[in-house]
Structure formats: structure tokens, C-alpha cells
């Protein structure tokens, strides 16, 4: 094996370089994984436009100690080249990375909410990840990708996982309402995840366009354009009724405002997407109201990747519905402006090795 590797540096805003790095050496109860496959996500787009937000590039890094650049990439499958001892997947083993890292011994740990570890970190986000060709992966946080699954389906696993782990915390029972705000790719990995775990009467909103016809295909109940006659075409559905369960996928300015407006009293908010900007919503309505706001953030691996990797495998049309056609690192800055740009209508995949 060589001891350099290419990887894509992020030293800045719209500053990403391609450049030879050691091959990183894995610590105890890390294997090293050759990266086959590594996604693209709304994160890493503002990343690229406008930060250092997430990225440690001006602030000490967690896991070395050091000051510096950082290898983004956080969706990523792999194969195994050097097994740690102590996992159960030898060498050559296919797997997919949940990318987050979770201590085990914290309150939150022990409640299995590892997402919300006190010590949480994320491959790619503050530590370095799969935009490289090969990354240093905790054991724990990789799964065995199914027999057959194509490795561009399998880099959904993760942001599927998001989605399903979304679906988990809607708290939805069966045969409620539901109306997914936000059609895009974590709105529809939400819808693929209600799908999965209940039988729910989902309707989903966006402006028009392929992705709302995309939603009817993955199990939509209804689809409707977003205007400002929503709750009366919402009412004339549900015979007058408001909708149990409203997940705010957007990130939209206003959009957690329409959706606790939308939801029927006693009924639950989920925000899901990412405000740009600190919202405005009304808290004298939603307390006299008893609505329920709830949120939700990244996913459990034990939990949520394994039932991610399931449903991919089951249901090829999820892939075939998102995963675009692979490109080279060198292409990573144009993929991330398409991205940013609102271009991008599935996922796009690097592949390092191309």
C-alpha cells in the first residue's frame, strides 16, 4: 500500500483543495476503509458558500490536538483494508459508516440516544472524513453493507438513516395525519422513513415540480403545491380536520411558523430543517394550543443505519430515485456549487477513486 493518498482539503469558504496527505494510521478500535463511494450534503454546500461554520478549520481539532484543514465527508461506504483485531468485519468486508462517533459511558449514551452524546463528533464535519481515499473508521460506527446493494445506493445509507431517525422521533401513532413540509432530499428520506415504520396518511408539501412527483412515487398519500391557500386545501382533504403530526423539512424562512399554524390543537411539530436564520414562531398560540414542538438531529447508529441499509437493499427504487452518477474529487467543487445552487435534485457521489 502506498503511504499517500489524494483526499479534498477544505482550508475556507469556496476553498477546497485536491492534495497528496499521509494515509491516515488507525487508532485502537479504528479500521482503515478504502472510500468506494462518499455523498454530498446540504452541510458541505454552506460549508463551501459561507464558512467555517461547522468545519474546525480556525479551531483546535478534537482528535489531534492541531490546528488546521480539514477532509469533509460524512456520507461514505467503503471496504475494509486493515481490520481493527476486535470488530467482527475482516479486511475486504463492504461497509457503510455512520460517520458519528459516541462515547458509550455518558447519560445520553446510556439512554441509547448516542446522538446526542456528550462528547459527539461527526467523521467529515470535526474530524477527518470520506472525501479522501481511504479514512480511519471507529468499528462501531460501521455495518456490513447487504449482498447485491450497489455501492451508489449504499451512500444513501446515512442520510437515509437521518430521515428514518426523524420519522422515529415525529412520535406519530398509526393512522395519524401527517404532512411533511419540504420535498427535498432529507423530506423525502423523512417520508421513506414514515413508510417504513407506520401505516400514516402522509401528504407532503413543496413547490411545483419533479420533486413533489418523486414523493408520490416513494408513498405519498397527496401532494400539494405550497401557497397561500394551504389550510383550506389541507381542511377540504381531512373533511375538515387538521393534520395530527407536521414535519418542518424545509429549513425555509417561515416554514416552522405555517407548520405549528397548520397542526391541529394537541397535535406535534417536528423541525427537521436547518434554519439559515433564527425563526420567528408564535408562542401564545402553540402554549394555548398545547402544541408539541419537537426537533431532531443526525441518527442512532445502532438503530437507524442497519434499517437504513435494509430498506435500500428491499427497495432499489430509493437508490434509483436519488443516487446520481458518481464524479471524481476533482469535481467536488462544481458538484458542491450545483448543490448550493438548489441543482441538485437527488444526491451527489464522489467516488475518490475515479
Known sequence: MPSTMRAAVYHGPRDIRLEDVDIPVPAEGEALVRVLRSGICG??????????????????HPHSGHLGPIIPGHEFVGEIVEADPRSEFPSGTLVASGAGIWCGDCRRCAEGRTNKCVQYRTLGLNLHGGMAEYVAVPSKTLRALPIGLALDHAALAQPLAVGIHAARRAGANAGDRIVVIGAGAIGSFVLAG????????????????????????????????????????????????????????????GQLALALELVTDGGRVEAVGIPKQRPEVDLHSMIFREITLDSTLAHVCDTDLPAALQMLSQNPVLGEEFAETPVSLAQLGAALDRLAGGHVEGKAIIDPGA
Open 43 to 60: 452541510t458541505d454546500a454552506s460549508e463551501w458558500i459561507a464558512g467555517p461554520k461547522v468545519f474546525p478549520v480556525r479551531h483546535r
Open 194 to 253: 414514515l413508510r417504513h415504520l407506520g401505516d400514516y396518511d402522509i401528504t407532503v408539501v413543496d413547490i411545483a415540480g419533479s420533486r413533489l412527483a418523486r414523493a408520490e412515487r416513494l408513498g405519498a398519500d397527496l401532494t400539494l403545491i405550497a401557497s397561500s391557500s394551504l389550510g383550506e386545501e389541507l381542511a377540504e382533504a381531512f373533511d375538515g380536520d387538521k393534520p395530527d403530526v407536521v414535519i418542518e423539512a424545509s429549513g425555509a424562512p
